[in-house]
Structures are given as C-alpha cells and as structure tokens.
C-alpha cells in the first residue's frame, strides 16, 4: 500500500482487522483500514480535536 500523503510504503500488519488505525512510519499520516475489493484498503482517518466545553 502507498500512503496518500508521501507516497511511502505501508505495510499493514498480518493480522490487521477492518477499521483499525495505521500511521504512516515516513510523515505521521494516520489511515483507517477499509475493506475494498482486492483486500484493505486506505482511508483518511478522522482527527478529533480538543473540546474545550466551549
């Protein structure tokens, strides 16, 4: 797999589940296993932010 933001190879574990998260060892990009048609596949994960109670 390449990672969508440096173009740097991921290997996602063996024993890799659906919707687990993988960081991107190169830029720190964070990514959401999916399963696609040919295996998993690489979604953006969703970043949450701080909420201040505002």
């Known amino acids: ?3 969508k933001e440096c173009d ?3 290997s996602p574990p063996k024993d890799s589940m ?3 998260i993988i960081t991107c ?3 720190g990009a964070s ?3 999916v399963k696609g048609s040919t295996g998993f596949e ?3 994960a969703q970043t949450v932010g701080e909420d201040w109670g505002q």
């Open 1 to 3: 797999m390449k990672c």
């Open 8 to 10: 740097a190879n991921i």
């Open 18 to 20: 659906e919707g687990e």
């Open 25 to 27: 060892t190169d830029c």
């Open 31 to 33: 990514f959401e296993l």
């Open 42 to 44: 690489l979604k953006p």
